[in-house]
């Protein structure tokens, strides 16, 4: 690798240009505040609880039609029949659609770093490099720059949506709903008033969620919930690779179950496969630390297989990666997955990194309050000649999420006032969390606002819903159910 020297004297690799770092310009809190302030004169409070469909709206069909054109072809119908599982999957799956519809409604000027994908499902615990259980968001694959309240709508509505799948009444989805905004609000307010360095230390520890749910829900919920974080201990790379792998002349090898785990060698019958996967992984490993880079460093990479994930994702590409250590029980599991564009750039601008994979990377370092220490990306060429951008991560990092199935609408609501301060505290780590609290303000009518867009919203996402299953039924889209 060749390196040069920037006009401010910085060293960039292979050349590339490192653009100038630009002055910083900071303002009094009380200027931030008169800032928020101000931004409700051009997009009131109470103008967030309005959506109706437009006179014309895009066919919520044709946007999913639209981001299949660059998945894998054979894996859309798998997504479409995850989708068609529930009103609630559909949504997982119709972050582009909801993009869509936010960039209709007025919008403030109030930016922050956004998750992009905000629903219920995407937050849970995981282990931080210090190996302690942390609650967090975990999905950042349509992570940008946009206003504050994207995420937070798309996060009440998730909840309303989740409450109707659980057959809650209104007033208990209205109470949850409210306990959403509410408990972002009185956290932001918290971290408007917080020294810097605090709020960007700021996190929220397993023995937090446990003293929060000991107070507020069911001893059978919690106890339901200590299950829960047990089994999330035992999910790591040893767990993964028990699970995933078996010997084949004397070498673990991962387990073929097509379509939704299929080898390198069975995928592509280019006999350099492998070694082209080796030459990704010495180009990830220049975007680790060093100390990151040498751990990395001790392990040898022996196979690797293309994996189904997820909802939304079905249809990206996105790979599992074994390496051992010193011997057979001493195994790494990486994943690796293709980052398209973020869903919010058609209507929130390009991102300013020109890789995606760095994209989902930095967005999500910005935004968790501490991220896998594996956290990389890479840009590939691949056989078909098409360049494209992949991030990588651990497989399993002891991550669990929330049994959505099984909540009681105590425990839904009490999950609510852990996912609301967990979305603004990285809005505050990455926005102005002065002039976001000074927008929101005292009262509870911004909380009103979000209850009342949720519900509606989950009427519009029931109507998708439909459309999808009647594009099913027609044969416009072909599914694949129970995968």
């Given at each position: 690798?060749s390196?040069?020297?920037?006009e ?38 109470d103008?967030h609880?309005l ?5 014309v ?6 946007l999913l039609?639209e981001?299949?054109?660059t998945?894998?072809?054979?894996l ?7 989708m068609l599982v529930s009103?609630?999957?559909?949504y ?6 909801m993009?869509?519809?936010l960039a209709g ?7 922050a770093?956004l998750?992009?994908?905000?629903h ?12 302690r259980l942390?609650?967090?968001?975990n ?12 995420d ?7 909840f ?8 809650f009444?209104?007033?208990r ?17 918290r971290?408007a008033?917080m ?14 969620v446990f003293a929060r749910l ?7 919920a ?10 999330a201990?035992t999910?790591?790379s ?32 280019d006999?350099?496969a ?6 990704v992984?010495?180009?990830y ?5 060093d100390?990151?880079r040498h ?14 994930v ?11 990666l ?14 690796m ?6 869903v ?9 990194f ?8 930095e ?9 896998d ?26 991550k ?26 990285a ?10 609290s ?5 009262s509870d ?6 209850a009342?867009?949720?519900e509606?919203?989950?009427?519009q996402?029931e ?9 099913a ?5 072909a ?5």
């Amino acid at each position: 690798m060749s390196s040069t020297k920037t006009e401010n004297g910085e060293s960039t690799r292979d050349g590339a240009p490192r653009p100038p770092i630009e002055p910083v310009a900071h303002f009094a809190v009380a200027d931030r505040a008169a800032r928020g302030k101000a931004a409700r004169g051009e997009v009131s409070r109470d103008a967030h609880a309005l959506w109706e469909p437009p006179p014309v709206r895009a066919d919520p069909v044709g946007l999913l039609e639209e981001q299949a054109k660059t998945r894998v072809e054979e894996l859309v119908p798998i997504r479409y029949g995850r989708m068609l599982v529930s009103p609630f999957t559909f949504y997982r799956g119709a972050a582009y659609i909801m993009a869509a519809d936010l960039a209709g409604l007025p919008r403030t000027p109030l930016r922050a770093q956004l998750c992009g994908d905000a629903h219920l499902s995407n937050f849970g615990v995981y282990a931080a490099p210090d190996r302690r259980l942390v609650f967090d968001t975990n999905d950042f694959d349509e992570t940008l720059r946009g206003p504050f309240e994207w995420d937070l709508k798309r996060l009440v509505a998730s909840f309303a949506v989740a409450g109707r799948e659980r057959g809650f009444g209104e007033d208990r989805r209205r109470a949850i709903n409210l306990a959403v905004s509410r408990s972002y609000r009185e956290a932001m307010a918290r971290f408007a008033t917080m020294r810097t360095l605090d709020v960007w230390y700021s996190r929220i520890d397993i023995e937090d969620v446990f003293a929060r749910l000991s107070s507020e829900v069911s001893a059978k919920a919690v106890k339901r919930a200590e299950r829960n974080e047990a089994k999330a201990r035992t999910r790591d790379s040893l767990a993964a690779f028990r699970k995933l792998t078996r010997v084949v002349d004397g070498e673990p090898r991962i387990v073929s179950d097509p379509p939704l785990i299929v080898p390198i060698p069975e995928l592509f019958t280019d006999e350099q496969a492998m070694e082209a996967t080796r030459l990704v992984i010495r180009e990830y490993r220049r975007t680790l630390q060093d100390d990151r880079r040498h751990l990395l460093e001790r392990f040898r990479l022996v196979d690797a297989a293309r994996k189904v994930v997820g909802v939304g994702s079905v249809g990206t590409r996105a790979f599992i990666l074994l390496f051992l250590g010193r011997d057979d029980e001493d195994p790494l599991f990486l994943q690796m997955k293709e980052a398209q564009a973020s869903v919010l750039e058609p209507f929130l601008g390009k991102s300013s990194f020109a890789s995606h994979g760095q994209r989902v990377v930095e967005g999500q370092r910005l935004m968790q309050a501490a991220s896998d220490s594996m956290l990389g990306w890479i840009h590939v060429t691949g056989f078909d000649g098409v360049e494209r951008d992949f991030y990588l991560r651990q497989l399993w990092d002891s991550k669990g999420s929330a049994l959505i199935d099984a909540m009681e609408p105590r425990t839904m609501e009490a999950y609510a006032t852990l996912c609301g301060p967990t979305i603004a505290r990285a809005h505050a780590r990455s926005g102005d969390a002065v002039a976001i609290s000074s927008y929101l303000g005292k009262s509870d009518a911004f909380d009103r606002a979000l209850a009342d867009f949720a519900e509606a919203y989950a009427d519009q996402n029931e109507r998708d819903y439909a459309a999808l299953k009647a594009a099913a039924d027609s044969g416009r889209v072909a599914v694949e159910a129970g995968l």
